[in-house]
């Protein structure tokens, strides 16, 4: 197994449990801006953190210059997500958004010459059918099944945002970015978004507790998904590491048999199949 499907892996399973933690999160009414926004903060503080042992922050232009493109499709990814399931059933959105990496498996080998073997083909088959299985398991969340065209548009836009975010992640990786520097602007974009989010379109920006050891604990999640996608990256293809690190649904559902008292449905455990085929075919 190469490193940088073990990378991908350890993002994967960072994603996982943060899929846990936001489904916790929104069982009760909060603020899902001021959540953005606060994992941004503790997403930022990490890798300032981070960068103390190596010199500090570097403000090269190109460093500078992807972390605001990749900043923003991931911010803007995340908002138009949640805007879109306020129109249509939350299985169709999270399906829709988790088949991101197939617009880096249709860019890698355009713009970043990266090959598109028959085994790569067959793992990226795979990786859909596991997000369709798994997603299907969910489709009776809401009974009115409201499938109104504008908000489909809207996570459909929010796929392609956050695919080309993992996109720029390897053109930046390119273009010799600083790390450190890059994973600290990221977030920076979340904060500002976020509280955007929280002023404008939820008129909440109301600070508890609560709100404040969920962002914590989803900030360290997301520092290690983005750190582990960065990694898997920079030692091997997009066409590889993406599709891996987007089978995050497999580590939820079983995390949520454990902690959440979910049932391991037939549904449920093909998905899962197809996803440990899509690893096999893409290490």
Known sequence: MSLSVIFALGSMFCAGVNDLVFKKYVSKVRSKGIYLALIGVVWALIFYTASLSSGGLKFYANTVTYSIICGFFS?????????????????????????????????????LRESLTPLKIIGSVLAIGSVLFLSRNNGNQKTDHIYRFSFLYLVIIASILRGLMGF????????????????????LLWIIGGFIYAALFERNIDISKKIIVYSGISGILVAGIVLFLLLALKNGEAIVAVPIAQLSFIITSILSVW????????????????????ILCLI
């Open 75 to 111: 911010i803007a990814a995340q908002i138009l997500l949640l805007e879109s399931l306020h129109g249509i059933d939350a299985s169709i959105g999270s399906t829709i958004y988790r088949l991101n990496f197939v617009i880096v498996v249709i860019l890698a080998p355009i713009f």
């Open 168 to 187: 720029f992640y390897k053109v930046a990786l390119n273009h010799n970015i600083d790390a450190n520097t890059f994973l600290f602007l990221n977030p």
């Open 259 to 278: 902690f959440l008292k979910e049932k391991m449905t037939l549904l449920k455990t093909i998905g899962i199949v197809f996803a440990v085929g899509t």
